[in-house]
């Protein structure tokens, strides 16, 4: 669950970063890049992503934990798929009948199925990642 938990804090930063280059190669301005990341952003991924995204993360950190009893070698992909699974129960699913998304708000970028799909294949590769080297 530890490794879980953390991919979940490295994920936000990624897609924390991920947002502010979206951001700056969709406006092409340095004074709205900067205004979108030092407030707006942050936001939102605290209030929207994050909780989402914890429960990503335990979620998968804790089938990791008992994979990682039974086989070291398929951790990872099997750490990506869940991910990837959790993340579309979660985002594509659960979230959007919690906050109806609108066109074109955060909601519906994140509930979007191929981006969610990326997004838990990357937090399960990372929990994968951590799992395997904290069982070792």
Known sequence: MLAGLASSLVGLVLAYLVGVVATGLSTRELFATLLTATTVLPIMLALVLGPPTLVIGFLTGLTSGF???FTRRLLVPFAALTGLVSAEVVLSLLLPLI????PGDFTSIISNHYRSGLYG???????GLLCRRLSS
């Not at 906050?99 to 609108?102: D, G, H, M, S, T």
């Not at 294949?121 to 929990?127: A, Q, R």
Request: proline share 7%; hydrophobic share 55%; glycine share 8%.
């Open 99 to 102: 906050v109806v998304p609108q």
């Open 67 to 69: 994979l990682a009893n």
């Open 121 to 127: 294949l990357v937090l399960g590769s990372i929990t």
